[in-house]
Structures are given as structure tokens and as C-alpha cells.
Nanobody, 124 residues
Framework: QVQLVESGGGSVQAGGSLRLSCVVFGYTRYRCWFRQTPGKEREGVAVIYTNGGATAYADSVKGRFTISQDIAKNTVSLQMNNLGPEDAAMYYC????????????????????WGQGTQVTVSS
């Protein structure tokens, strides 16, 4: 069983930065950050391969967000820069221990384990 504990959400003005962290207990192949706003589907934001550290990003955050991991500390982080109102959402850390085809790598259905979520608010 994999457990994930998130931290680091909060409020920030547009143009500001936040860093989210997630402690991951257990075996994973992939670790992904998702976000969700009311009435919308959960959107994959950034993913990192546990073995090797390869990353991928949603087009909406490329160049602004950076996902990273510290294997020794069992953490995965999301550095978010130049935040805008469109980035306001509940952010979730997720992990999968199963192999996922590349086309599904940021699909919520591919992830079995989820954190509790952390709120990010961006004021303009």
C-alpha cells in the first residue's frame, strides 16, 4: 500500500510562486501532480518517473512548473512559478505502481494512490 502526504498549498498573488511537496511511502513507478476545480475533471499537470527521473508536463504549465523528486527523502515536489488565476485549484499528488502506457501517463485513471489534496489560491 502506498501512502501520500501533501503539503505546501496556500494563497499567492498572480505572478507569485508556490512549492508543493508530497511524501510518498511505498513502491511507485510514476508520481504525478493533478489539479481539479469544481465541476471539472482532474487534470494531470506534471509527472515524474520514479526510476530515472524522466518528466512530462501539461502544455498549460510548461516553462512555469517543475516537478522533482528526492528518492532518499521519499518526496516529490512541484515548484510553481508565475502563477495565474487559471492555476487556482485543489492539487493532488498521485502515484502508480503499475506500468502505464505513455498516452495515459497523466490520466487520473492510471493512478491508484492519491493524497488528500492541497488548495492553491491565486489572486489577481
Amino acid at each position: 500500500q502506498v501512502q501520500l502526504v501533501e503539503s505546501g498549498g496556500g494563497s499567492v498573488q498572480a505572478g507569485g510562486s508556490l512549492r508543493l511537496s508530497c511524501v510518498v511511502f511505498g513502491y511507485t513507478r510514476y508520481r504525478c501532480w493533478f489539479r481539479q476545480t469544481p465541476g471539472k475533471e482532474r487534470e494531470g499537470v506534471a509527472v515524474i518517473y520514479t526510476n530515472g527521473g524522466a518528466t512530462a508536463y501539461a502544455d498549460s504549465v510548461k516553462g512555469r512548473f517543475t516537478i522533482s523528486q528526492d528518492i532518499a527523502k521519499n518526496t516529490v515536489s512541484l515548484q510553481m512559478n508565475n502563477l495565474g488565476p487559471e492555476d487556482a485549484a485543489m492539487y493532488y499528488c498521485a502515484a502508480s505502481g503499475r506500468y502505464v502506457v505513455l498516452g495515459d501517463i497523466m490520466s487520473a485513471a492510471a493512478y491508484q494512490y492519491w493524497g488528500q489534496g492541497t488548495q492553491v489560491t491565486v489572486s489577481s
